[in-house]
């Protein structure tokens, strides 16, 4: 299997690539890892007429702490991700999400970024940013602007970015000392999407849940924050009751699609189960 | 004719160039145009791992690799893993424990090895099998491969030099 041909660019700079992207027009796609799209171009489901790839621009990558914030360079791999220290320590969802997501050889070549902006509801970074609150900053012509997770993702492949726009950092609230964090994903087998999955960030006070964040992975078109859930659960405590009544409304914004994964109920009904353990499992994390 | 890129590369330790198509994947330059025919080509969609070799320190699927993304990068191929006419460690340990049976997926599994213990010299046999997860084996039941990269694990750490 060998994709269509295609014209290959590679620039060094963002303004070169934003350069290159106004030129091409709609006939350009951006190469970032290339584990979604080179299959997708071998498939013919995808033809672009040229590839930009973005592998060659090193202010595309790597992670620094900037006040409150984490800034993630949009082709920062999932390698680099899952080893990086700063992450870990400031950011142990996400690494933990990321050493979930395909498997080893994918890791060292998938990129955040482009996890981000493919659109596929199966890629897991659009859940945990979600639950991290995160920012995305997109580069156009017209210089820089900033949005955030949550109104990113429009539908399966359709996100904010615009065609002439290239996502170049992903910035995350560092959360509070204390907070409990888990990403929960039932997957059938190593490297395949999540049948569901659940990215949770908490904190605690006094027994009772002070604030949380829950990121659904591929129960819907595009991954959802479950702000009903986190309403229901805000304020009280974490017990047998209030875990059920979260799984449940988590449960009731599912929208999958059946595949070979599963059908709706078996879905939603998972999307629950993984609400409730990534929930337990952060609450064992949380202090104070 | 599409157009075609100068591609220069260092291949198991010597310089090599190629005249590629852009949609030329890396695992077609190495076995087609290379005559380097042991990483495999297995399901060609990036799921198997029988393709995988070492670039720029890090293992990746050929098949999802475009050749000219390698210009200028070091690549090592199961065939660079010897040293005059003395198998690797791995490579040894492999035949030892039979880790083994029909062989196909078996130059991805050494390429993939090798990166692992170079970034992890003395893994658990949960972090190997973690750390191999992305190699498909359809005759060993995975038991005796694990068990291969241990012993090579033990053997390379009694002589560092050999890693």
Known sequence: MIPASFDYHAPRSIGEALSLLASLGDEAKLLAGGHSLLPMMKLRFAQPAHLIDLNRIPDLRGIREEGSELVVGAMTTEADLIGSSLVRSKLPLLAEGAASIADPQVRYRGTIGGDISHGDPGNDHPALMLALDA?????????????????????????????????????????????????????????????????????????????????????????????EAEAALTGGPLDAKSLGEAARLAMSICNPTPDQRGDVAYKTAMCGEMTRRALLAAAARATA | MAKTHAVSFKLNGKPVA???????LLIYTLREKLALTGAHIGCETSHCGACTVDCNGMSVKSCTVLTVQCDGAEVLTVEGLERAGTLHALQQAFHEEHGLQCGYCTPGMLMRAYRLLQENPNPSEQEIRHGMAGNLCRCTGYQNIVKAVQAAARKLAAAPAAA
Do not use: C
Request: a positive charge; hydrophobic letters at 45%; glycine letters at 10%.
């Open chain 1, 135 to 227: 920012s995305f900053v997109l580069t156009g012509p017209k210089g820089q602007r900033r949005v955030k997770a949550d109104g990113y993702f429009l539908g399966v492949y359709a996100t904010q970015l615009a065609a002439d726009e290239i996502l170049t950092q992903i910035r995350i609230p560092i959360p509070a000392a204390g907070s409990g964090w888990s990403y929960q994903k039932l997957k059938r087998k190593t490297g395949d999407f999540a049948t569901a999955a659940a990215a949770v960030m908490l904190q605690m006070k006094g027994g009772k849940v002070a604030r949380v964040a829950i990121g659904l992975t591929n129960i819907a078109p595009t991954a959802l924050r479950a702000h």
């Open chain 2, 18 to 24: 190629a005249e590629v198509e852009a949609r030329e």
